[in-house]
């Protein structure tokens, strides 16, 4: 029981990833080519349209997405199997990265308001508390579960 809230948020988010994913492959460049037509910028010292980097950002997103979808089902997998606080730190630390990176790219090359980009590095460092969490939780104990059950016995009657 204790890990089906991963299990679902991951394949929610997987689905939508998917979904992203097939949007930025059929029809998002089309959007792109007129929203940021004979605009560019200079990507690994190389002047490309903006459309495509854009596009590239939001398939990175999708990208990105999908990873730590997959990751949460992990989580979840694992948390039936013992309790761990670290478990539920790396099913939140990766659901917040999604919300935040994953985002983040999408508004920022949806609007092309470039600030979004500010966000992103936040969901990468949650990405990397995820992941370290994930290792801590798989390795050690761990100690409570962070079900509403567990919180339920801790707080007593």
């Not at 903006?50 to 089902?73: C, P, V, W």
Request: glycine residues 16%; hydrophobic residues 45%.
């Amino acid at each position: 029981m204790a890990g089906n809230r991963w299990l679902i948020l991951g394949a929610v988010f997987g689905g939508l990833s998917v979904g992203l994913g097939a949007f930025a492959a059929h029809g998002l460049d089309k959007v792109f080519v007129e929203k940021y037509s004979g605009m560019e910028r200079d990507v690994a010292g190389e002047r490309v349209p903006l459309a495509r980097k854009f596009l590239n950002d939001f398939k990175t997103g999708a990208e990105y997405q999908m990873y730590h979808s997959l990751a949460l089902i992990a989580v979840g997998l694992i948390a039936q199997r013992r309790a761990s606080r670290f478990l539920c730190l790396a099913g939140g630390s990766f659901t917040l990265g999604i919300v935040l990176f994953s985002g983040s790219l999408y508004a920022l090359t949806l609007t092309g308001v470039t600030k979004w980009g500010m966000v992103t590095p936040v969901g990468g460092v949650a990405f990397l508390v995820g992941w370290t969490s994930l290792a801590i939780g798989c390795f050690g104990s761990g100690g409570i579960s962070c079900t509403k059950e567990s919180a339920d016995e801790m707080s007593g009657p």
